[in-house]
């Protein structure tokens, strides 16, 4: 083993740095993330950095980064609070899309690399919590094509894609993949804001027509593209939460650095130390944990996979609960506002556990490998 | 010892049980369940629906318009109006500046503002806290310097708690900067109409407008509203300290949400059944209610044991009572689930078009577990509870 970031890793984390601590310092961050759109030039920078072609194969116009590289530029996105739609398009699409195969991977990945396309994974029906499997959503084909009707929701950043990875139940039960251009007829786009300062969306179906090369996978295949796609999710995710974790430890130090009562900074009273040092315990651990979960991107061994990144995941939702909220307690009044940048730490790293599967459903996979082991 | 409810007391539960589920008025019942924003009316409607039925003040003696409720009677009221999806009752003035008035207020203060509490003609907020001056409250630099008949006062309060529709604000001001910090203090009545005082909001983490700050540039205040004697408002401060920390404990409230979350699980669908027969879920709910069930016999105990006058047993009391509620606003949150991420402010009134695309309560449950983190922070931090604890207590 060898947790030494490659020459190039580095150079790369140390320009997100720089980039992240300018393009994304608090007042910058809050003004875009207040704007519905999406901020293009923000956008056009990450791509030029390389942090949207960064795992896509050097043949379809990415940079062919092994799936380790998730973590270094995820955790400096996370140290920022980075909410474009890097995740959803980026890492979980072009898994997607390269998963499934064939001349989607063609039509798709040079589009995300570039940042011309902004994909989304639409999985989640209303009702259904996290699971995977489409039920209410239906694909039948029609005049050559596709009809598609029925709804998903929490669609990250589903109002800003050009286009939804949508997974729907065929008339016989099996899964079906569909590229859906977000300009289709019979589709409706509710856009909301979450919790964290990003955006989601709920789509509506009705009857909207799609040729047959929206087909991008099926069967099988189809759920196993999905769950590739969720899968580097999690692990983007759980370095964006460890990134968070770190940058949120350095605020809240500072300000008990900074902040006097009792004659005396409250960095000086150990009752408070002793908080900061728990804060550590649990970053670290998470780091680690976020090490584990890019791991498993590469692990042959699916059942193993599957263990690592929902223990990941389970560790980067506790951890990440354990910070938020001490940091939230250690500024004190001032860490109620929404006039410091701890509370957007705070709702994020609340927000980590909520996405892609929560504690609950990661004890459940959990408790189902253990079962079958 | 006994450990039962008398036949007096299970009669008095039962009547004040039958009043608050015809008291509360359906759509208020509905707001104050639904977690969405309540407002200045809606609070005044309700005091005044308890004032009419002779309750509008539950923890005061008979002599002051008060119920002369022991406090026991007092602990049953809340529980079964919050139960009942009442709102809170305003504490600023029935539990803050009404007893130290009580206590150490003119006859002309008492006579004047005492009666005004109760149906909310004037609306009290708690001048505290300042920038400079949360857990070491005595540091606080508010002046009030003496001009012929008036104090002329200077500074800044924040943390003001629904300031924005306050009459008067109970302020502690610095008359001495000479002496220790504790003994240069004074606490001033100070009509929040007077000129120089400004009000702007402060949004928390839920995007919610509760808190606020407060400038008072030269707020003339006239001599008569000084309470007590001129440097001794440390003393009054920590009197109305204690009284705010027993109702902290928020057992209402936790009963309240108990009932909040065991709904929403039942509506929540996993895998095809209802969140609540999962059993990690109804290990997490049993566990919260062995909670509240401690909780609720620890506040017994302190209430019988004094008689209602809150020692250091109220920072007990708080710090286990905030916690329970932050548990449960995250157990609510956890229910949600993926639900909870879509969140917008504007969902959270009454009157709104839209309340969010996810199922009712779900897009308030995230927002309330950010909005219940202030609990171990206002009234004294845990932190600052456990120092009490520690000195008063244990005697370190």
């Given at each position: ?43 056009a920078?990450?791509?030029?950095l ?117 997974s ?58 999905l769950?590739q ?25 500072d ?39 890019v791991?498993?991107?590469t ?44 509370g957007?730490?705070f ?27 | ?13 039962e ?43 539950p ?19 809340e ?32 006579e ?9 003609e004037d ?64 606490m ?22 509760d ?50 979350l ?38 017994l ?56 695309p ?39």
């Amino acid at each position: 083993m060898d947790f030494i970031y490659t020459e190039e890793q580095r150079m790369l984390a140390d320009s997100l740095r720089r980039l992240v601590d300018q393009e994304w310092a608090f007042a910058r961050r809050r003004a875009r993330q207040a704007a519905t759109a999406l901020d293009p030039q923000a956008w056009a920078s990450l791509a030029e950095l390389g942090v949207l072609g960064l795992n896509i194969g050097q043949d379809y116009g990415g940079f062919g980064e092994v799936p380790a590289s998730l973590l270094p530029v995820h955790v400096e996105l996370g140290r920022g609070l980075v909410s474009e739609p890097v995740i959803p398009s980026a890492v979980m699409s072009a898994a997607l899309v390269d998963a499934a195969g064939g001349p989607a991977r063609e039509r798709w990945l040079p589009r995300i690399a570039s940042g011309e396309a902004i994909l989304s994974v639409a999985y989640q029906e209303p009702g259904r919590r996290y699971d995977a499997r489409p039920q209410d959503c239906r694909a039948a084909p029609q005049g050559g094509g596709w009809r598609l009707d029925g709804a998903k929701h929490l669609v990250w950043h589903g109002g800003a894609a050009t286009a939804w990875l949508v997974s729907a139940r065929a008339e016989d039960g099996e899964t079906l993949l569909l590229a859906v251009p977000s300009d289709t007829a019979g589709v409706r786009i509710t856009d909301t804001p979450t919790l964290d300062r990003a955006r989601c969306a709920r789509l509506d179906f009705d009857g909207a027509a799609l040729p047959a090369d929206a087909l991008l996978a099926r069967g099988e295949a189809a759920g196993q593209a999905l769950a590739q796609a969720l899968q580097w999710g999690t692990a983007a995710l759980c370095a964006h939460a460890a990134g968070a974790m770190e940058r949120l430890l350095e605020i809240t130090a500072d300000y008990l650095r900074t902040r006097k009562q009792f004659g005396q900074p409250l960095a000086s009273f150990q009752a408070l130390q002793h908080k900061l040092a728990e804060m550590l315990v649990a970053k670290e651990l998470a780091m680690s944990m976020a090490y584990v979960a890019v791991a498993a991107l590469t692990e042959p061994d699916p059942v193993q996979r599957r263990r690592m990144l929902a223990s990941a995941k389970l560790e980067a939702a506790r951890a990440g609960r354990q910070v938020a909220q001490m940091a939230v307690q250690l500024h004190g009044g001032m860490g109620m506002t929404d006039e410091l940048e701890v509370g957007d730490f705070f709702k994020r790293l609340t927000v980590a556990d909520l996405l892609l599967g929560d504690s609950a459903e990661q004890l459940a996979t959990l408790a189902e490998e253990e079962a079958r082991a | 010892m006994n450990l039962t409810w008398t036949p007096q007391e299970r009669r008095f539960r039962e009547e004040v049980r039958a009043f608050a589920e015809a008291g509360v008025p359906p759509e208020l019942r509905a707001k104050v369940l639904a977690h969405q924003r309540l407002e200045r009316d809606d609070y005044v409607r309700w005091h005044n629906i308890l004032a009419d039925r002779g309750w509008g003040a539950p923890s005061w003696p008979k002599e002051y318009g008060g119920t002369g409720w022991n406090a026991l009677q007092r602990l049953i009221f809340e529980v079964e109006c919050f139960k009942a999806g009442a709102p809170r009752l305003l504490p600023f003035g029935l539990s803050m500046i009404g007893p130290v008035l009580m206590k150490y207020g003119s006859p002309a203060q008492r006579e004047r503002f005492l009666p005004r509490i109760i149906r909310v003609e004037d609306w009290w907020c708690q001048g505290y806290s300042e920038p400079g001056s949360g857990s070491d409250l005595a540091s606080l630099k508010t002046r009030a310097e003496r001009d012929g008949d008036h104090y002329v006062v200077n500074g800044q309060k924040t943390w003001t708690t629904l300031a924005q529709y306050a009459d008067w604000m109970f302020c502690l001001v610095r008359t001495d900067t000479e002496a220790r910090p504790q003994r240069g203090i004074s606490m001033l009545l100070l009509d929040m109409r007077s000129p120089g005082v400004t009000v702007r909001p402060i949004r928390t983490l839920d995007g919610g407008h509760d808190v606020n700050e407060v400038w008072l540039e030269n707020v003339r205040v006239p001599v008569e509203n000084l309470v007590g004697e001129e440097n001794q408002g440390w003393t009054y401060a920590k009197y109305l300290l204690g009284h705010e920390r027993t109702g902290i404990a928020g057992l209402g409230h936790c009963h309240r949400e108990l009932g909040v979350l065991k709904r929403m699980a039942a509506q929540a669908q996993s895998g095809g059944r209802p969140l609540l027969s999962d059993p990690r879920m109804r290990d997490r709910i049993s566990r919260i209610e062995v909670d509240i069930m401690a909780l609720e016999m620890l506040l017994l105990r302190v209430a019988a044991n004094n008689g209602g006058t809150p020692g250091p047993e109220a920072s007990v009391l708080k710090i286990r009572g905030s916690e329970i509620q932050q548990d449960l606003a995250m157990l609510q949150m956890e229910v949600a689930g993926p639900d909870a991420w879509p969140y917008d402010p504007e969902w959270m009134f009454a009157e709104a078009d839209d309340h969010g695309p996810g199922p009712e309560m779900a897009a308030a449950a995230g927002a309330g577990y950010a909005d219940m983190r202030k609990t171990t922070i206002y009234g004294g931090t845990t932190e600052v509870q456990k120092g009490i604890i520690a000195r008063l207590m244990l005697g370190l």
